[in-house]
Each structure stands twice: as C-alpha cells, then as structure tokens.
C-alpha cells in the first residue's frame, strides 16, 4: 500500500490511516464489494476518495445532500484532486466545466444525487464517461425501515448490475435490520466484505434532560459553551427560528435553518457555519448529513429525535476532530406523543409502523435508561463491550426503585382488557376514576380497578414510558394504539422477573403541569388513523387535506366514535354529500371493520328520523315477506319505496295504499301503519 500511503500523505495531509481505514481502502480499491459501517468523524469518505485515485475511470459517488456533495468537492479540488458534481444548485458554468472535465477524461470523481438516476440515460451517461466503480455514501437511505430513507436509492443496485462495476456503501448508522436491506437491495442479497469499525465516540458526553422550560435550559447550555460552534436541533420549522432569536437576544452568534428558506439563504447559512468560528445553528433535520465542520463543540436537540439511528448520527457532528465535545437532549410527553401521532398517521404498512412503534421504545429506553447511556446505546447497534465514564448517569447514576409491583398492576389491567385499550384508559382503571367509557365496559368492576391510587394519572404515565422504554408494551397500529404486551412482559406478569424504574422521572411528572391536548390520550391513535386515511384519500383526489374533512370533523369522530352511518351522520361537517362521499370509510377506520353495505336509498336517510323509521319497516317486510302464513308467494317493496313511506309517513290507509299500490298494502299496510302511527 506504498501508493495509498503516499497518496494518503501528499494529496490528503495526513500522516498515518486512521483505525480501519487502511483495510477498506484495500479492499475498495481492489474491486470487491464492501459495505462499511464506521462512526461519524471516522473519515468514512477517504475510504473511496483515495482509491478513487488509484484506479483507473471515474467513481461515481451517491450522495443524499448537495451539501454533503459541495463541501466534498470544494475539500477535493483544494487538495488538487478534479472532482465535480452534477447538482440542482450548480451554476449554469460549473455545470459546464464538470461535463468538460468527463468529456477530457480529466475526472477522477464524480459526484450525483440519486434522483438523477430516475432519467432515463442516466446508464447511459455513466457508461459513457467510464465508471468503474460506485460508491454509496450514508448507505442506510436505502433501508424503508429506517430514520433517512431516499425512495431513489433503490435504483443503485439496477444500476450497478446494468454497469457491471464493484459497488462500495458506506455509513455511519444501521442497525442489524437495516444492514440486512443495503444487503439486499445493494448487492442482491450476496454478502459483500463487511467492515464494522464500531459506533462509540469515546470524546462525546452524552446528557438527556426531561423538559422543564425548554428555551431556558437550552440557553443555559448554550451560555455555558459561549463562544463555541453548535447545533441545536429542533422539531419544528418555527422552533428554529423563534429558538435562534432568542440565542441572539443573549448574545449568541446564532441563525436558524430548515428546510422551508429559499435554496440560497440555506447555502448562506451553510457556508457561514462552515467557515465562522463559535456560530450556532438552530435547524431541522434539514440541516443534516452535509454538515463535515470538524470543531463542533456541541450539538443540542430541543425536542426528542426520531430514533436511536437518526440521534446517533445527529450527535455524530460535534467533535468530529476528535477533541471533548458534548450533548444534550431534551424530553417530554407532548415530544412522544407527537412521535407516536407521526408514525399512526403515516400510510405505511401495519408491519412497517409496527417496527416504528418498537424503535421509538428503543429511543425511550436511552432516554430513561437506569445506568451509563453509552452502554444502552451502543448495545442498540450490537455492541457489549463499553467503557464510559462520559455520560449524565455515570457523572450522577439515577434515583432508581423496585417498580416490579407497578409495573404488574399496568400489565395485568391490560391483560384483563384483552390488550384492547390505551394507556388513558388503563390509567383511569387503575386509579379508580370512574368514566362513561370505564363504566359501560364494566371496568369498575375489574380486580385491578382502583389499585394503583397511590400514584396520580401524570406520575402513571411516566410509568407506562419506562414500560415502553423497556419494550414491554407497544401501541398496536391496527387497533388505535392499544397497548400490546411483548414476550419480554410475561416474566414480569408472572414474578418472575424485576423490573427497575426511575423515581425521579415518576417525581418530575408529579411536577408537571397538565397540557391540554387536542385529544385525549386515549383518543389520540385513533385520530391520527383518521388523519391518514384523510390523507390518502387527499392525496389521490389532488385536493388539501381539509377539503376532505376539517380537523374539528375528525376530532369529534374520534371522541364520539360513530358506530353506523346514522351516528356518523350527527358528526359535525358531516353533510350528505360527505357521508355519501366518505362515511363508510372512516366508519371502517373507527369500527376496524368494512361497513356492511348500505343501499343509496337508506343511506341518504342516515342521521335522520326517517332513517331509524325505514329500519323498522324494513323488519316488519321481512316477518310478512311469505305473508302471515309464511306460505304465501314472496312479494316485498323496493328500498326506494320503504324510503317514501318512511319520509311521507302516510297515516291513512288509502293514502298508503297509493304509494304501495293494491298488491304490496294488502300484504303489508296494515302491520306498515302501525308503525307509522307508533313513531308519531
């Protein structure tokens, strides 16, 4: 490795390869396949940039961002290496020069975002300027089930089998799941050379902290870093910009960035960060994998990240130079049960949402973790062998308590509901409080009714956190968020198993103020099933998601949960023609069953009077269809004709009998009038 070594020195300054390295570049360089999984900061990118330059042709690297795709090329071509890329935020000339540097045969490495795949001569293109290999770069966008996915990363393996040409993935996040889709839809399921350098950032102090005026406590972190570069990470596009002007207002060098500003102040923001010392970003995710400053001293999430992987690789920016930098990340209720409402109104698959449901437990588990965060996380990825010392719980271990009798009192009040209900209702159950949904079901009368008065409904729901946290209940996506029991939750229901919590969490929710929802918690899956099916239905019909139904339609849908089109009818926002439109839809979504069908005729007499009088005359035909005797020959009415007679409601047997005609009332007129005259 002569050549790498001397390439490595005099093109990228550095003097030795750092840990693992050296084996990747073998291996990318002699033309297998690898997949390469190494932490943030673990220089990932000279991995293929420097074998790039010692075989023959173009590489080609796949890239999610511009820039992560700009920063690369401007690092590159100041190292007088000819590198370009073909973006949507290239100038008309750099576009020029990178296609008169292909045509010349002058590029070593071309950089491409993979929705440029989806044209049509895109193979052709590539076969055309000479690639000989395909570098993947943050790989795990591949993967349906993780935090990052591209749709259009799943052309890479049609392209690389059309080239014929060693394919090369890397990234810095994947877990066990995810590793095996890049497998699959990468290479077509034939192992490649895997290396995995491990995840642990030894020089990141990892900290989270519940919320409790979250604007202070991220300002006082920042106060304490004054002067250092930073990101503060945020689930909101307003978040970022109100949070930034506030970091300002204290005397911070802050600006906000997301994924709504103009394409030009997004490259303002990123340039500025990529060159001003002690600047903060305040940004969305948007502000993501591009960011390759090396000196970030510490990066702040202001509300809870999505998962485990998308925390990791967050995080992953600060110190990225290997010097001490450190973290926070805030928490809350409101911050899970939005997490929950975006997985329940997102229109994957159950199995899909299922999964999401498990990783957000996951998250929790880090997030309420009873010992040293660096060994929960990093055991999240497969890893047991960890040293710490650089973490929240081992600078101050957590007030800790046997929580195994709580924890049972939770799971058996979910067992004898038949798993069939949320936290919301499980908590009234178990602190006595007696509601319409409690006592029609004939909860009260359960075992486990009242047993859990000795903590309040707040301090119960930071018990089912911590269940949830340690995987052992999941909201089940096909019933509304019902809580599920996992195999993990048998021992304990049993005794035989402990279960440890954390008092101060339960004692910090006893402190928190209650927040007033748009719906309980118990209605709020259940919501955001509705929200998803309005979604769709949106979607396919072009129109905003209002047009549909209003967010207040929806609302009360979920608090009243209609049983039939009658009942859905009294909705509020539910005219005929919407009923009409959607009623048996969202109906099903409610009652988790097709409708039974409906005919046009008593479905427009839904959330009427003259609909429950259609019912009655319709089991009063079915006794006389055969006649008194029951012998006779079979004659009914029309559901037209029932619907006249239930609107008009004729009272006299001659005005009756014009509506039936002479056959229909003698066989049913009589036993029709009393009916008629019954309901008034």
């Not at 195999?487 to 005794?495: C, F, I, K, N, Q």
Request: charged share 25%; aromatic share 6%; with cysteine.
């Amino acid at each position: 490795m002569q050549a790498a070594a001397t390439l490595l020195r005099d093109v990228f300054g550095f003097d030795a390869f750092r840990p693992g390295q050296e084996e990747i570049v073998t291996a990318v360089t002699a033309g297998e396949p690898v997949l390469a999984i190494m932490p943030t900061g673990g220089g990932k990118s000279l991995c293929f940039q420097l074998p790039a330059l010692m075989r023959d042709g173009v590489t080609v690297v796949i890239s999610p961002l511009i820039a992560l795709m700009r920063d690369q090329v401007r690092a590159l071509q100041e190292a007088g290496v000819n590198a370009g890329a073909l973006t949507s935020g290239n100038t008309a000339e750099e576009t020029d020069a990178v296609w008169a540097a292909l045509e010349a045969g002058e590029l070593k490495l071309l950089y491409i975002a993979p929705e440029r795949l989806a044209s049509s001569g895109a193979v052709a293109m590539l076969r055309r300027i000479g690639t000989s290999l395909i570098a993947v770069d943050e790989a795990h966008c591949v993967s349906q089930w993780g935090h990052d996915f591209r749709p259009d990363y799943l052309r890479i393996g049609a392209v690389r089998r059309a080239l014929g040409v060693p394919l090369a993935a890397f990234t810095a996040t994947a877990d066990a799941e995810t590793q095996a889709e890049i497998v699959q839809k990468l290479f077509d399921g034939t192992p490649p050379r895997s290396f995995l350098r491990g995840f642990d950032r030894p020089n990141i102090h990892l900290a989270f902290a519940t919320k409790d005026n979250p604007r202070r406590q991220i300002l006082g972190f920042a106060a304490a870093r004054r002067g250092q570069s930073g990101i503060v990470y945020c689930g909101t596009r307003a978040k970022t910009e109100t949070l930034a002007q506030a970091l300002r207002e204290d005397g911070h060098n802050a600006c906000h960035y997301h994924g709504g500003m103009e394409a030009e102040d997004r490259r303002i923001v990123e340039t500025r960060f990529s060159r001003e010392d002690g600047l903060i970003v305040v940004a969305t995710i948007a502000f993501g994998m591009g960011v390759d400053k090396p000196d970030i001293r510490w990066v702040a999430h202001a509300d809870l990240p999505k998962s485990i992987e998308a925390y990791y690789q967050e995080i992953g920016r600060a110190g990225r130079d290997g010097a001490p930098a450190e973290t926070l990340t805030l928490y809350g209720p409101d911050d899970i049960r939005l997490r929950r409402s975006q997985i329940d109104e997102g229109l994957a698959p159950p199995e899909r949402r299922a999964a999401d449901h498990a990783r957000l437990n996951a998250l929790l588990g880090l997030a309420e973790a009873l010992e040293c965060r660096r060994r929960t996380l990093l055991g999240y990825f497969g890893e047991t062998e960890v040293t710490c010392g650089l973490c929240d719980l081992c600078d101050a271990p957590a007030d800790t308590f046997d929580g195994t009798t709580a924890v049972r009192m939770a799971l058996s009040a979910a067992l004898r509901t038949d798993e069939s209900f949320g936290a919301g209702h499980l908590i009234d159950i178990l602190t006595g409080t007696v509601t319409d949904k409690v006592r029609a079901r004939g909860h009260d009368g359960l075992p486990t009714f009242g047993v859990g008065r000795d903590w309040d409904r707040r301090q119960w729901q930071a018990i089912f956190r911590q269940m949830m946290g340690r995987d052992l209940v999941r909201p089940d996506p096909e019933r509304h968020g019902a809580l599920r029991m996992t195999d993990a939750a048998l021992p304990v229901l049993r005794g035989e198993a402990p279960v440890t919590l954390r008092r101060d969490s339960i004692a910090a929710a006893a402190r928190r103020p209650v927040v007033r929802a748009m719906v309980s918690d118990e209605d709020a899956p259940l919501l955001s099933a509705l929200k998803a099916k309005r979604r769709a239905l949106a979607e396919a019909a072009r129109v905003p998601a209002y047009v549909i139904f209003p967010d207040r339609t929806l609302v009360e849908m979920a608090e009243k949960r209609p049983q039939s089109l009658d009942e859905m009818a009294r909705i509020g926002g539910v005219g005929a023609k919407k009923l009409e439109s959607y009623g048996t839809t969202f109906l099903a979504v409610i009652t988790g069953e097709a409708a039974v069908p409906t005919h046009p005729a008593r479905r427009k007499l839904a959330g009427r009077d003259a609909g429950n009088l259609y019912d009655r005359l319709l089991a009063v035909q079915a006794d006389l269809t055969r006649g008194e005797s029951g012998s006779d020959k079979p004659l009914s009415c029309s559901a037209s004709l029932l619907a006249k007679v239930a609107e008009l409601r004729p009272v006299d047997e001659d005005a009756l009998e014009r509506l039936l005609g002479d056959r229909r009332a003698e066989r049913f007129g009589a036993a029709f009038l009393d009916v008629l005259r019954a309901a008034g």
